[in-house]
């Protein structure tokens, strides 16, 4: 049964999809809409061809420099393969020390959401981290939770990194770290 705290990230995140869907003013679908036949005008649409049925998924690798509350940077390595999603996260010196130690380097594995139909997509990720004996965790290890969201095709990422004592991740997060970055 899922979590209350991941049900509350899946349903936040799901509303901002929502926002941004009702303000999506584009129509590049390829999908006709005035009864012409069809057009395939893929060069400036964010997936190869629409209409094409192609099983091969393809590595796409991307690296993001993430800034953490505005005040700190994060690197994030990521590894898509289809709606499958690995990561690599280091840390810095900066704001939110106590509880991401710096010099971490943090793997991860999670999914990618897509909504199609509102050109969406929402990255979730779970990091597990050592303990920050100066931080609000003490000597228990530090489960993190990341979330990106954002427009297919879109260079910006926006989200959060929900922070947990111990290895669970259910029940009320340390803090959540608001994140922003681009491709």
Same mark, same amino acid.
């Given at each position: 049964?899922?979590?209350? *705290?991941?049900? =509350?990230?899946?349903? =936040? %995140?799901? =509303?901002?999809?929502? %926002?941004?869907? %009702?303000?999506?003013?584009?129509?590049?679908?390829?999908?006709?809409?005035?009864?012409?036949?069809?057009?395939?005008?893929?060069? $400036?649409?964010d997936t190869a061809?629409?209409?094409?049925?192609?099983?091969?998924?393809?590595?796409? !690798?991307?690296?993001?420099?993430?800034?953490?509350?505005? /005040?700190?940077?994060?690197?994030?390595?990521?590894?898509? /393969?289809? $709606?499958?999603? *690995?990561?690599?996260?280091? *840390?810095?010196?900066?704001?939110?020390?106590?509880? =991401?130690?710096?010099?971490?380097?943090?793997?991860?594995?999670?999914? #990618?959401?897509?909504?199609?139909?509102? !050109?969406?997509? #929402?990255?979730?990720?779970?990091f597990s981290g #050592?303990?920050?004996?100066?931080?609000? %965790?003490?000597?228990?290890? #530090?489960?993190?939770?990341?979330?990106?969201?954002?427009?297919?095709?879109?260079?910006?990422?926006?989200?959060?990194?929900?922070?947990?004592?111990?290895?669970?991740?259910?029940?009320?997060?340390?803090?959540?770290?608001?994140?922003?970055?681009?491709?």
């Open positions: 049964m899922p979590r209350k *705290t991941d049900l =509350l990230m899946i349903l =936040l %995140c799901l =509303l901002v999809a929502l %926002c941004v869907a %009702c303000s999506c003013k584009g129509d590049d679908d390829d999908n006709v809409d005035s009864g012409a036949p069809p057009v395939n005008d893929d060069a $400036d649409d061809d629409d209409d094409a049925d192609d099983d091969t998924e393809d590595v796409v !690798k991307r690296d993001l420099t993430m800034t953490l509350e505005y /005040r700190n940077t994060l690197q994030l390595h990521l590894e898509e /393969r289809g $709606d499958e999603l *690995t990561a690599i996260l280091e *840390t810095f010196a900066g704001y939110g020390d106590d509880l =991401l130690a710096q010099g971490q380097i943090l793997t991860a594995v999670g999914e #990618i959401l897509r909504f199609p139909e509102a !050109k969406y997509e #929402i990255y979730t990720l779970r #050592i303990p920050v004996s100066s931080g609000p %965790c003490g000597a228990q290890r #530090i489960t993190y939770r990341l979330t990106l969201t954002g427009q297919t095709g879109a260079t910006e990422r926006m989200g959060g990194i929900a922070s947990f004592c111990g290895e669970d991740t259910s029940g009320r997060p340390e803090r959540i770290l608001r994140i922003v970055g681009k491709f």
